[in-house]
């Protein structure tokens, strides 16, 4: 009911580009925000790309400009594109879904405070060096 898979990540240079993958085929839930979150060890999971239920994106500043979400019609995959990647993108990058947890800016606070409330894949590393 709520897998989501991840691929796609990979090592790169600096400037380089790499496209991450979300099969959420499995995801049953259609009406939900999607979106893709990093974590670096010690430090707290961010949100980096979000598409809300009608389709509406929201990036943080940190990869406005250079990365972008996108999903398939079905709702079964889930996209990330990111362009002029940087070191400090160096992440797991993980796949993640809910329904019924309001707008945006909720889905994210809530996916951050209490994680067990939504889907999560199981991450995909990405690696970013100079």
């Known amino acids: 009911q709520g897998q989501l898979v991840e691929s796609g990540g990979d090592s790169v240079q600096a400037g380089g580009s790499l496209r991450l993958t979300c099969d959420a085929s499995?995801?049953?839930?259609?009406?939900?925000?999607m979106g893709w979150f990093r974590q670096v060890p010690g430090k707290a999971r961010e949100a980096v790309a979000i598409?809300?239920?009608?389709?509406?994106?929201t990036y943080p500043d940190s990869t406005k400009g250079r990365f972008s979400i996108s999903q398939d019609n079905a709702k079964t995959m889930l996209w990330l594109q990111m362009n002029n990647l940087k070191p400090e993108d160096t992440a797991m990058y993980y796949c993640?879904?809910?329904?019924?947890?309001?707008?945006?800016?909720?889905?994210?606070?809530?996916?951050?405070?209490?994680?067990?409330?939504?889907?999560w894949g199981q991450g995909t590393q990405v690696t970013v060096s100079s």
């Open positions: 993640a879904a809910a329904a019924n947890l309001g707008d945006t800016k909720s889905f994210i606070e809530t996916m951050i405070d209490r994680p067990d409330l939504g889907h």
């Open positions: 499995g995801y049953i839930y259609k009406r939900s925000c």
């Open positions: 598409i809300d239920r009608d389709g509406t994106t």
